[in-house]
């Protein structure tokens, strides 16, 4: 399996996490925020370009995901699919979130003295940290899943023995 395989399951990963983004934000309110994190984030640094915001989410993905297969190659599983997502998600609550002003995971943000129509408006604390949370652990656990699907369909990266006629 290659690193490419592996950055093609994070993209996979970050499109369904965009999709239910979208739909929680867009179609059926519920979602804590107006803008992903990652269009929020080049927001708050005065890039307001849905392309460039697009390019970092799946290019978060794609690297989080071939990170995931550098340091756990053979090894590789849900769990620890799970484990570096959620670092992903901690870098998210402690590095990102207070510079989109949406603070340390949550507490005492900027965001939520915002109209709720403003941009960088932040809702519930709560429903912040749970969707980011559950999100991240859902693409970790595809990530770990998928990644590990692969390389076992690859008996020579596994190091599992072919079975069949004429072998022991």
């Given amino acids: 399996m290659t690193i490419l395989k592996a950055g093609a399951v994070g993209l996979l990963g970050a499109l369904i996490i965009l999709a239910v ?7 059926t309110g519920l979602a804590p925020f107006n803008l992903s994190p990652s269009a929020a ?3 708050a640094l005065g890039f307001s370009s849905m392309p460039l915001a697009l390019i970092l989410h799946f290019g978060v993905g ?12 053979r090894g590789i599983n849900p769990l ?6 959620l670092v992903q998600w901690v870098l998210l609550m402690v590095v990102a979130g207070p510079i989109i002003g949406w603070g340390l995971f ?8 915002l109209s709720a129509e403003a941009p960088l408006f932040l809702g519930q604390t709560i429903k912040y ?3 980011t949370f559950v999100l991240h652990v859902i ?7 998928l990644i ?5 369909a690859d008996g020579a990266r596994t190091g599992r023995r072919r079975s069949g006629p004429g072998t022991r």
């Fill in 129 to 131: 940290v749970v969707l």
């Fill in 80 to 85: 620890n699919g799970i484990g570096l997502a």
């Fill in 21 to 27: 983004m979208i739909l929680g934000i867009q179609v």
């Fill in 148 to 152: 590990a699907r692969w390389m076992g």
């Fill in 106 to 113: 949550g507490i005492d943000a900027d965001g939520h003295a």
């Fill in 62 to 73: 794609f690297v989080g995901a071939a990170m995931l297969y550098l340091l756990f190659g």
């Fill in 41 to 43: 984030f080049l927001y």
């Fill in 139 to 145: 693409y970790g656990g595809l990530n770990g899943t």
